[in-house]
């Protein structure tokens, strides 16, 4: 039997009283079902009373000036996804999943963020990249302009074009970087450097001859020539690079793989022959990025598919990498310069997944990117490094159907349909491609491997793919000012806030000021570290 004598005020004491009442929590965590502890009340009431405690302290802001930024994009990772993404990842570590933190849920402040377009009440990746990246609401579709361009009409682009963060960065002296599982020029990385009224124009391949004549430039081309010096580039998108017809490295004999540019332009060449009096290096698998020492290396450029990264599940390990990877080295090659860096990184297959209602694959590159955040955080300092973790919208995906506490988040609810008898999964689309009807009657999904990779869930509106979702998505912050992020915000005020922290853009009056850093105390561990360090003592 335990005795501790707590002691008011000893930091030291109260930590260890609550290491010893941990222990004994954790204890049945081993089991499928919650643990007896869970039953004591004491269990709770300390867990709530430290995390009063830590909350408390939270009433120091970190007033630091921000060094560094960045910004986790999860594209599609609504609240729900969240959720069930906490839960995947507890079980892929053998807990029952709901009592586990993300990475994400350890960041002392969250908000919520309006994400509709200017014309758009369910909002798509392109407008919205806009608003979180350049600071301005705009059109679906459009990426780096103003809500005064008209998707697809060449004609509205010029005047119209508005800057973004990571140009505030550069400009600054920063270093600044772009790592997505997407194509880096898809509708996020895009609205970091390119102006642009139709998202999907990768390439002038994908133009209309119209819009090429009139002079509007394809994402791609712009990727290189806006801001000429990103310093890391990593993702897909090998193919729009190239000229027509060329062959893949990666895949030769694959013609849809080819290169599609029609100007005959190869952008990767012309980068190397740039950046031949620099330290610079293009990679194209995982073996070359993982030879790069980033003490050697300024800038890369890493293009790893044709099109967007594999998915997660999916990934040969041998020769495609990782999110986490690409994060890690794009901190190292970034943080040695003195004046710091902005970087972008995002979590974009979460989209797709959902999108083939394919919500293993989503889920599965959630936890991914919270790995990638959780890498972050180990090589970086929450004293002058501000990091934001948000999404660009919803979509149409929940869990529900009273499940058990530790239920598999990909199993059957524990009851049948009350109408037509069958059994249903707790992960449900209101629309896409999994509605079925057998005989006129909604499929008995427990004839279906639905716990397989690509198991598509059941929706309740048959569409070839699933669409977004309107809700409010969660913004988690951490580091200095991230106390700025509270309550419900415009999506658009995200850029404005992580500028004002670095001293960037337009908010600099407060930094002649205040001269920099303001001195912090220590608090008390977080519940987070404190239960981390429980499960190596018990």
């Not at 594209?75 to 839960?87: C, E, L, N, W």
């Not at 594999?310 to 999110?323: A, F, G, I, K, Q």
């Not at 959902?354 to 919270?370: C, I, T, Y």
Request: aromatic fraction near 8%.
């Amino acid at each position: 039997m335990w005795y501790v004598t707590v002691v008011p005020g000893n930091t030291t004491t109260m930590t260890f009283f609550l290491i010893i009442c941990s222990c004994l929590a954790w204890g049945g965590l081993g089991k499928p079902q919650f643990p007896d502890q869970e039953k004591d009340p004491l269990f709770w009431n300390t867990w709530a009373q430290h995390t009063l405690k830590n909350a408390l302290t939270l009433q120091k802001l970190n007033q630091n000036t921000a060094k560094n930024l960045i910004l986790f994009l999860g594209d599609g990772m609504g609240i729900p996804t969240v959720t069930a993404a906490r839960i995947l990842k507890g079980q892929l570590s053998g807990q029952s999943g709901e009592e586990t933190q993300l990475e994400m849920d350890k960041f002392p402040f969250v908000a919520l963020s309006k994400t509709y377009n200017t014309n758009a009440q369910v909002a798509d990746s392109a407008g919205t990249a806009t608003a979180y990246l350049c600071g301005v609401k705009a059109n679906e579709g459009t990426v780096g302009v103003s809500a005064a361009a008209v998707r697809s009409q060449c004609n509205t682009t010029q005047g119209n074009e508005v800057t973004s963060i990571l140009r505030w960065a550069k400009e600054a002296g920063k270093s600044v970087g772009i790592v997505t599982t997407t194509r880096v020029n898809h509708a996020t990385p895009s609205a970091a450097y390119a102006h642009c009224v139709d998202r999907d124009w990768f390439s002038d391949g994908e133009m209309p001859a119209e819009a090429v004549q009139a002079g509007c430039k394809d994402i791609a081309r712009q990727l290189f020539e806006n801001i000429p010096n990103i310093d890391v580039i990593m993702g897909g998108g090998r193919k729009y690079m190239f000229p027509k017809n060329q062959s893949d490295v990666e895949y030769p004999g694959d013609k849809k793989h080819f290169g599609t540019r029609k100007d005959g332009r190869n952008l990767v060449e012309e980068w190397t022959n740039r950046m031949k009096n620099k330290k610079a290096q293009y990679v194209w698998n995982k073996r070359e990025l993982l030879s790069v020492n980033p003490n050697n290396v300024d800038y890369i450029l890493g293009l790893f598919e044709p099109g967007d990264l594999p998915y997660n599940l999916e990934r040969n390990t041998e020769t495609d990498p990782s999110l986490t990877e690409m994060v890690e080295l794009a901190i190292k090659i970034l943080r040695k310069n003195p004046r710091g860096f902005y970087l972008l990184v995002e979590g974009g297959r979460i989209d797709h997944g959902h999108h083939e209602g394919k919500a293993k694959q989503a889920l599965h590159e959630a936890v991914e990117m919270d790995r990638a955040i959780g890498r972050a955080g180990l090589i970086t300092s929450i004293y002058d490094t501000m990091t934001v973790v948000t999404a660009d919208h919803s979509h149409m995906f929940n869990f529900g159907g009273y499940t058990p506490r530790g239920n598999t988040i990909f199993g059957l609810a524990p009851m049948l349909s009350d109408v037509d008898q069958k059994p249903f999964t707790a992960i449900l689309y209101g629309n896409g491609p999994g509605f079925k009807v057998i005989n006129g009657l909604r499929e008995n999904v427990s004839t279906l491997d639905y716990q397989g990779n690509n198991y598509q869930a059941q929706s309740a509106v048959p569409l070839r793919m699933e669409t977004h979702g309107g809700e409010d998505v969660a913004v988690f912050a951490k580091g200095p000012m991230a106390h700025l992020l509270h309550g419900v915000h415009e999506q658009n005020y995200i850029p404005h806030v992580m500028a004002y922290a670095a001293c960037i853009g337009q908010n600099r009056d407060h930094c002649m000021s205040s001269g920099g850093a303001s001195s912090l105390s220590p608090a008390l561990p977080s519940l987070a570290a404190l239960l981390t360090l429980t499960r190596l003592l018990c």
